[in-house]
Structures are given as structure tokens and as C-alpha cells.
């Protein structure tokens, strides 16, 4: 939906011939401003005792300026200006992208201009810089953006004397690519925002102007800092090569880009950690050992080093030990002659023949028996073996990945498994951290099962709520992945059709675990606990209400009341009938009250003054 405030052009004005205007004398748009940020703040949450921010499923964290100026300081005078600038502007860049994607669904059944409010209002609520609009004309379907405004405030040039220094650079270059970023992220085009006024350089305020690139005379001024690779510094010696940047291995951190969804699912630093390691090992022949405890996923990363190794297209074999009865583990794996015992009829292949030329996973390799162990590691030494009742050795290549919960040295100190048998699987061990120790993959998970259960039981879910995700985030996962999948799944099929996932939906059976220490902003910008019910949550916004018109004397109690009464008449749509049911309050009551209102001098007198007649009209009986 296009917006056009009254006071601004379709076009930016042009100067007339032999004159120049001035910059800073813009217009502010009449009756455009942004939206409540309450529903923004909803959804930044903290976990002070964990060491967590979140802004819905991104990890944030709260930085000194006064640190960030001493970096890009270093950054000038390491690489040069013009490389530190590309460095800096890219990393706005990048946030501004990310954040546009929080804003789609921050707001989905917003207006354009409500929608596209949030990345302003984040970088209010991140500290970066208060966003004051000069022009404003947005046209998402003819792909039209045109916007002046200023960086009120800005963090990055506060500490900065004017003109240094960056000579007659402009100073703001993390906000600059902040909105580059969010911009064209939100349009579906590029867009690029260039600071034409800075306080740095001794103008008296931060002024940008944002617009697509080919609208601009002189794009290629702004759109190398916002490339890969950083311009030439200006500060690299004469004659000395520039350092080609070294390729980096491709690492897919989450399974769904498989096309099955089969996979581990993740992208946190430990879960990339994980995937290198894979990386490494897959190729090679070598014994592979999955530490970790119970539910964090080893079956998948076993299959995760199949699927990347050379033996992708051969068999690969998954033993539960602790599954099978221990007097028949052995011909499980091994394979059983006819009449070896009693019941055995037929000549039958076991799990490591099965799995020849692939890989064979052993899960829960702790509970093998003393026979079996030795068996086992026979088999690792030699890759023979022989089938139960028989004499005759049978070779395989077999490649073995294990897996166990256990503390196999605490075993090994009970004579419970053998030292020798844990040397052979110990070549290349990769430890899973528990959930609990990778929490930036729960996000992604969640997005990955409720895809995944809607799918299955046939259900329509817009998403998840704000404090739904915090009291995933801030639960400890005794289960890991199995519990948050069985969360999950239970809530979807307790959902309401066609609505978001409530908090109250996760945890039924255990309704004082939502949320337990983590804490949100409140309406003075305090933080406050999460895990209130919604009651408490609305009599909190009341008291917050409350406390801010004690401290503002210049608002009377009637004063409120009329603002109240002027709110949930435009909130309705000017509808008298549905205002007074969102008051609480009769029809005939809200009627007399805005009848007062018309007859006073309030600044809302014009608009009442409409609705008298609308709501004072009666049907005549005759």
C-alpha cells in the first residue's frame, strides 16, 4: 500500500536553476508517525543469570560505545579509512537484513508504513540513534522508496570532534549500512542510504536520504563499502601484495537444505564446531566416537558422517546395543549358523555383513557384554569375524561409528567395559554438547519441528509468541532435542488452528518452569520477569500508564480520560458502540462523554465535532 504523507511531493523537489537549497530545510510529514514499540519490546528478552539477549530467535549483546570507537579507531589506523569504513558499513549492513526479517513478522498484519517502522524503532531501542522523518513516500509494489530523515543522537558520532577523523567523511557508517541493509531487505531491491549532513563534520545534525541505487547520480561514491571484499586501504605500503583471501570450507549448518529433514538441525558455534570436526573425519576410514548425553541428536550425526563420507552410497546400519537381550547381541551383529541353538532354523547374515562396504553405528556401545566386547574388538583389528556356531572367518569392510551416554572410563574403572576395546574407538572423538549449552540452535529447531508436526497432524499455525520462545529458551532441556521435539509436538496438537503457539501451551503438566529467569523491558524501560500470566501482564501496563502520568503533573485525571476515550474511538474505527465495549463502558456513557468533549476546547475538538453528529442521529418512532 502506497504511502504518501499530505506535505511531502510524489518526487524529491528539484532545485530551480542557479539556486541552491538547503538540506536541513526539509518538512517533518504531517500526521506520520511510528507506531507503538511496545509490541517491538515484547519481543527482546533477557536472561542476565544464563548471559543471553534475545530479540525474538537472534542473540544479542550490549556493547560499550566507548569500546566500539576504540576498534574502528585501531581499524583506521591498521588498514586505512576506506577499508575500515567498508568493514564497519557491512557489518551494519548485515544486522539491517537480518532485522528486516524480524520486522515481516513482527508486524504481518501491520500497514506498510507500521511495518517498516520497526527498523527505525530497533535502532531507538538498540541505542544507535533516535530516527526523526523529514520526507517519507513508500510504494512496495511499484518499488518506490524515497525518504529523508535524521540520526538524532547518533552513538557513532558522539565521541568524535568535528572533522576527525575521517577528514570530510561522514562518521555514521554502522547506521548508514544498518539502513542499507533493512531497507533493501524490506523492498526486495537496493536501496542506498548515504548521510549527506554529519555532526562530525561540524553540520549540526546527522541527515540521510535513502532511495533505490539507480536513482542516485552517483552510486558507485557509496556501493563499494558495501561489497564483500574492503577497498584498497590507503595505508598499505607501496609494493605490497594484497592477500587473496583464503576459500573457506562449505559447511551447511542445518540438515533441511537435504531436501529430506532428516538431519541435525542447528547454527550455533558449538553445532558448527560439530559439523567441522565431521568435515574432517568423514572422508577417512577412521572409527568415529559420539560422546554426549541422552536425546542430543549422536543418531543423526552418526548418519551426518555417512552421508559426508565416500561410502554415502553403500548401506548404512544403526544397532540400538541396549535393545537387544544379551544373549542374542552376538548374533545380531555377527550372524548365527543354522543349528547353532535351539530355535536357529535358518543360516542368517548379521549387522556387520549387512553393513559391508558402509558403516555400521553402534549406539549405546556401553552395554555390550564382555563377549561381544571382545568379539568387537577383533573385528576393529582385522575387520574378521565369525558367525555363531560356525569355524569359518568372514571378512567386511566395515566402518564403525559408536555412540554412548556413558562415562566409559568410569566403566573401565569397574571392570564394566574394556580399556582396550575404548583405545580402538577412542581414534576420533566428538563430544555433543547438551542443549542446554547451545541454546542459539533452539530457535531454528523450533522452526524446523513445527513445520514438521503441523505437517503431520494436519494443522495451521501462524508462528510462536514472544514468551513462548522465551520459556523455550530459558527452560534447561534434562532431555535435550527428544524433550523440546515432544514439547513441541504436544503443543502443536493443543493449539488452536490458524493461531500462534502460546507459552501456556508447552509446559502443561509443569506451568511454573515458562520462563523462569528471564526478564523483559517494562514500560520504563526496567526489566521485569517473563513468567507473569496475561492478567498480570495488562494490570502491569496499567501501573506503568499510571506511574507516568503521576510523574508528568502537566496531565490531569480528565486529561487521561479524554486521551483514553479519543484512543479507543480511533482504535474502533470511529465506531461508538465498539469503543464503549473496549472501555468496558455503555454506549450511552461513552456518547456523553465524547458529547463533552466537543462542547470543551480540546485538541481533538474537530474530529468529535464529526462524530457528534454521527452518534447523536436517532431513529424518529413515528
Known amino acids: ?65 566507548e569500546a566500539f570507537h ?31 526479517e524480524f520486522a515481516k513478522r513482527a508486524r504481518p498484519k501491520a500497514t506498510s508504513f507500521d511495518a517498516f517502522s520497526v527498523g527505525p524503532q530497533l535502532h531507538a531501542l538498540k541505542g544507535m540513534a533516535e530516527i526523526e522523518l523529514l520526507k517519507f513516500r513508500m510504494d512496495i509494489g511499484a518499488g518506490i522508496l524515497y525518504s529523508e530523515f535524521l540520526f538524532k543522537d547518533s552513538f557513532e558520532d558522539e565521541a568524535q570532534p568535528p572533522a576527525a577523523p575521517f577528514g570530510e567523511q561522514s562518521a555514521c557508517w554502522m547506521l548508514a549500512g544498518y539502513a542499507s541493509g533493512y531497507a533493501s531487505t524490506f523492498m526486495g531491491k537496493r ?42 586501504s590507503s595505508a598499505r605500503s607501496p609494493g605490497r601484495p594484497r592477500r587473496t583471501p583464503r576459500p573457506q570450507p562449505s559447511i551447511t549448518t542445518t540438515a533441511l537444505a537435504r531436501g529430506d529433514g532428516s538431519g541435525p538441525v542447528g547454527g550455533s558455534a558449538a553445532f558448527s564446531t560439530i559439523l567441522h570436526q565431521i568435515n574432517r573425519v568423514a572422508a577417512t576410514r577412521a572409527t568415529v566416537l559420539l560422546l554426549g548425553e541422552s536425546g542430543v541428536g549422536k543418531s543423526l550425526f552418526a548418519r551426518e558422517v555417512h552421508d559426508r563420507s565416500p561410502r554415502r552410497a553403500k548401506p548404512f546400519v544403526a544397532v540400538n546395543c541396549a535393545a537387544i537381550p544379551e544373549e542374542l547381541i552376538e548374533s545380531e551383529l555377527f550372524g548365527v549358523e543354522r543349528g547353532a541353538y535351539t530355535g536357529a532354523s535358518l543360516s542368517r547374515a548379521g549387522r556387520f555383513e549387512l553393513a559391508d562396504g558402509g558403516t555400521l553405528f553402534l549406539d549405546e556401545i556401553a552395554t555390550l557384554s564382555p563377549t561381544a566386547q571382545g568379539k568387537l574388538l577383533r573385528v576393529l583389528q582385522s575387520g574378521e569375524f565369525e558367525r555363531l556356531g560356525s569355524t569359518t572367518m568372514r571378512k567386511v569392510d566395515v566402518r564403525v561409528i559408536a555412540a554412548t551416554n556413558a562415562d566409559l572410563q568410569d566403566a573401565i574403572r569397574r571392570t564394566r567395559f574394556r580399556e582396550d576395546l575404548y583405545f580402538r574407538l577412542h581414534v576420533f572423538p566428538i563430544v555433543i554438547p547438551p542443549l542446554r ?78 520462563g523462569r529467569d528471564m526478564m523483559e523491558l517494562g514500560g520504563d524501560g526496567e526489566l521485569i520477569p517473563t513468567d507473569i500470566d496475561d492478567d498480570s501482564r495488562e494490570q502491569r501496563l496499567v501501573d506503568d500508564f499510571a506511574a507516568r502520568l503521576i510523574d508528568s503533573p502537566a496531565v490531569s ?66
Request: proline share 7%.
Open 437 to 514: 549449552e547451545r541454546r542459539d540452535d533452539i530457535p531454528l529447531l523450533v522452526g524446523h519441528y513445527l513445520a514438521k508436526f503441523s505437517k503431520l497432524h494436519e494443522r495451521h499455525l501462524s508462528g510462536i509468541t514472544p514468551p513462548a520462545l522465551a520459556a523455550l529458551l530459558a527452560h534447561d532441556w534434562p532431555g535435550n532435542v527428544r524433550e523440546l521435539e515432544n514439547v513441541l509436538e504436544r503443543a502443536v496438537i493443543l493449539s488452536d488452528e490458524g493461531q500462534a503457539l502460546e507459552r501456556s501451551q508447552l509446559f502443561a503438566a509443569r506451568a511454573s518452569e515458562h
Open 70 to 100: 576504540s576498534l574502528r579507531k585501531e581499524l583506521v589506523a591498521l588498514v586505512g579509512v576506506e577499508a575500515a569504513r567498508g568493514l564497519v558499513t557491512r557489518m551494519g549492513y548485515v544486522a539491517g537484513c537480518r532485522d528486516a
Open 191 to 232: 536501496i542506498l542510504v548515504r548521510e549527506i549532513e554529519c555532526r562530525a563534520n561540524g553540520h549540526a545534525q546527522c541527515r540521510a536520504i535513502a532511495k533505490p541505487v539507480e536513482d542516485w547520480a552517483d552510486p558507485e561514491l557509496d556501493l563499494p563499502y558495501l561489497q564483500p571484499l574492503p577497498a584498497e
Open 557 to 622: 485525571l480528565p486529561a487521561a480520560q479524554d486521551r483514553v476515550i479519543l484512543a479507543a474511538w480511533k482504535k474502533t474505527g470511529r465506531n461508538v458502540s465498539a469503543a464503549a465495549k473496549l472501555l468496558g463502558i455503555s454506549r450511552a456513557q461513552l456518547d456523553y462523554r465524547l458529547k463533552k468533549l466537543q462542547q470543551g476546547a480540546t485538541p481533538s475538538k474537530a474530529p468529535v465535532s464529526k462524530i457528534k453528529r454521527k452518534t447523536t442521529t436517532r431513529r424518529t418512532k413515528k
Open 1 to 65: 500500500m502506497p504511502i504518501r504523507p499530505r506535505s511531502v511531493a510524489s518526487r524529491p523537489p528539484k532545485p530551480a536553476a542557479g539556486k541552491r537549497t538547503t538540506p536541513s530545510a526539509a518538512v517533518r510529514p504531517s500526521g506520520l508517525h511510528f507506531p507503538n514499540i511496545r509490541d517491538i519490546a515484547s519481543h527482546l528478552h533477557f536472561s542476565p543469570d544464563r548471559g543471553r539477549i534475545w530479540l525474538d530467535d537472534r542473540r544479542m549483546v550490549l556493547l560499550h560505545a
